[in-house]
């Protein structure tokens, strides 16, 4: 049970593009399994990752509001205004709408894998902003930043905040962050949040919160994939694994088998053992001087930085 062929789902099923089904079925056949975490936003994915925002343990998001709300005078003098503002995982589209009235960008792009859920939410935005031009850009920016003629190609403001950037190895984020220095054209630059390394017990806790809700986005990436793979993964045979490797300086999310079972999808499958996992998420967290360095080592000029004294935590504006 282990070959995989390209072939789209039974009916019934949602067509996954073939190299999304192809990129899924290398990983689930691995020697040890994985999902990658771009697979954790369909929509509902996406809503639960927004409630992931809400919980008291789930410090980041709200440590990188609180940067922009102090230093958001002084961030928006780094960044000028008038910029053609690139939002890439834009999701719900709350943290750059937030930036709107100190940035007074020219050109709202919000970037999302999950395309009708950004779309929603840049319909309700327009009407707060209506003299903003938006547009919605349903891609897969992970591998490749390929911008429609429509974006504009002056002054871009590449915008990278919660730590997403964590979510890449680092060989693979300086790769992506070199694509867009590229992307940025000689003005551009880009503003971007990074996590950075901490006390294990916040992490543990922060990806594992009491209520479970990060284990159900992470259980949910199995839905996802059987829509996409037509495959029968059962949501009630797997649970939630998070942790911070200190040495790796990484959380990682995986979903571990309750007992033995066989999954199928068309044109293959796989045995799982009780116990054994399935990778669906690494979160780097870095030193600030690395996270500087990263930036430095893909071309970019780290100009300015910005934290919170009390959970370490960069926002950087770093020039192309
Ligand atoms: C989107 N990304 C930066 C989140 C993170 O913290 O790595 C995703 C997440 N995974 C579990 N909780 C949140």
Same mark, same amino acid.
């Given at each position: 049970?282990? @070959?995989?062929?390209? /072939?789209?789902?039974?009916?019934?099923?949602?067509?996954?593009?073939?190299?999304?089904?192809?990129?899924?079925?290398?990983?689930? /056949?691995?020697?040890?399994?994985?999902?990658?975490?771009?697979?954790?936003?369909?929509?509902?994915?996406?809503?639960?990752?927004?409630?992931?925002?809400? &919980?008291?343990?789930?410090?980041?998001?709200?440590?990188?509001?609180?940067?922009?709300?102090?230093? $958001?005078?002084?961030?928006a003098?780094?960044c000028g205004t008038g910029a053609t503002l690139i939002?890439?995982?834009?999701?719900?589209?709350?943290?750059?709408?937030?930036l709107?009235?100190?940035l007074r960008p020219a050109q709202y792009v919000?970037?999302?894998? @999950?395309?009708?859920?950004?779309?929603?939410?840049?319909?309700?935005?327009?009407?707060?902003?209506?003299?903003i031009?938006?547009?919605?850009? *349903? &891609?897969?920016?992970?591998?490749? &930043?390929?911008?429609?003629? @429509?974006?504009h190609?002056e002054r871009r403001l590449f915008f990278?905040?919660?730590?997403?950037?964590?979510?890449?190895?680092?060989?693979?984020?300086?790769?992506?962050?070199?694509?867009?220095?590229? *992307?940025c $054209?000689?003005d551009g630059a880009l503003l971007?949040? !990074?996590?950075?390394?901490?006390?294990?017990?916040?992490?543990?806790?922060?990806?594992?919160?009491? &209520?479970?809700?990060?284990?159900?986005?992470?259980?949910?990436?199995?839905?996802?994939?059987?829509?996409?793979?037509?495959?029968?993964?059962?949501?009630?045979?797997?649970?939630?694994?998070?942790?911070?490797? /200190?040495?790796?300086?990484?959380?990682?999310?995986?979903?571990?088998?309750?007992?033995?079972?066989?999954?199928?999808?068309? $044109?293959?499958?796989?045995?799982?053992?009780?116990?054994?996992? !399935?990778?669906? /998420?690494?979160?780097?967290?870095?030193?600030?001087?690395?996270?500087?360095?990263?930036?430095?080592?893909?071309?970019?000029?780290?100009?300015?930085?910005?934290?919170?004294?009390?959970?370490?935590?960069?926002?950087?504006?770093?020039?192309?």
């Open positions: 049970l282990t @070959s995989c062929t390209t /072939e789209k789902p039974a009916a019934g099923g949602a067509h996954a593009g073939a190299h999304l089904t192809a990129e899924l079925c290398a990983g689930l /056949e691995a020697r040890h399994a994985a999902i990658s975490p771009k697979f954790l936003y369909d929509a509902l994915g996406s809503k639960l990752f927004e409630a992931i925002c809400e &919980l008291p343990e789930y410090y980041p998001t709200r440590t990188e509001a609180g940067i922009f709300e102090r230093h $958001g005078h002084e961030i003098r780094a939002d890439l995982g834009a999701g719900n589209c709350a943290k750059a709408a937030a709107f009235p100190l919000a970037v999302d894998i @999950s395309t009708g859920f950004v779309g929603e939410a840049l319909a309700r935005l327009r009407l707060r902003f209506p003299r031009d938006m547009q919605a850009l *349903g &891609l897969d920016f992970s591998s490749a &930043l390929e911008l429609p003629d @429509s974006v190609a990278y905040p919660g730590s997403s950037i964590g979510n890449f190895t680092p060989p693979e984020a300086r790769a992506f962050l070199t694509r867009l220095r590229k *992307g $054209g000689p971007i949040g !990074i996590d950075l390394a901490k006390d294990k017990a916040i992490l543990d806790a922060a990806y594992d919160d009491a &209520l479970g809700v990060t284990a159900a986005f992470n259980l949910n990436v199995l839905r996802h994939v059987n829509r996409l793979l037509g495959s029968d993964f059962d949501v009630r045979h797997w649970r939630h694994v998070a942790f911070y490797d /200190e040495a790796a300086s990484r959380v990682e999310m995986h979903l571990e088998a309750n007992s033995a079972q066989t999954v199928r999808w068309p $044109g293959g499958g796989r045995d799982f053992a009780a116990g054994e996992r !399935i990778h669906t /998420e690494n979160s780097y967290k870095y030193r600030q001087a690395d996270a500087i360095g990263l930036l430095e080592q893909s071309g970019f000029e780290a100009t300015r930085v910005w934290t919170d004294p009390r959970c370490p935590f960069a926002v950087i504006h770093a020039q192309a």
